[in-house]
């Protein structure tokens, strides 16, 4: 039996877009996130109250995680379609839940 790997196709942006999504949300080494400088760029906030309050940032990364939802289900035999799937699934919910905490 001949074992077919699965080619990179549409449905690999949903890795790619997933891994937007976390570079844009989260930040790394005592710095802020990649998204808070470019909402600050494009002359958005990123925060409800100046430094504090709710971080927008979380909310604009679901603008990557929806897509990327979207691409894995629709194209799940593509590369990496499948574990974008899941990742933005957990990740989208990971936001919603942090926001009812509130």
Do not use: C, E
């Not at 790394?28 to 600050?40: E, H, M």
């Not at 958005?44 to 504090?52: A, E, K, T």
Request: charged share 10%; net charge positive.
């Amino acid at each position: 039996m001949v074992k077919r790997h699965k080619q990179i196709g549409i449905g690999s942006l949903s890795l790619a877009l997933v891994l937007a999504g976390v570079l844009f949300s989260f930040s790394f080494d005592n710095r802020a996130a990649i998204g808070d400088t470019i909402l600050n760029f494009i002359g958005l906030d990123s925060w409800s109250n100046g430094n504090m309050g709710i971080h927008y940032t979380f909310i604009y990364s679901a603008v990557f995680y929806i897509p990327a939802m979207i691409l894995g289900y629709k194209f799940k035999n593509d590369l990496g379609a499948t574990l974008g799937k899941y990742l933005s699934l957990f990740l989208f919910f990971f936001v919603i839940v942090l926001l009812l905490a509130l």
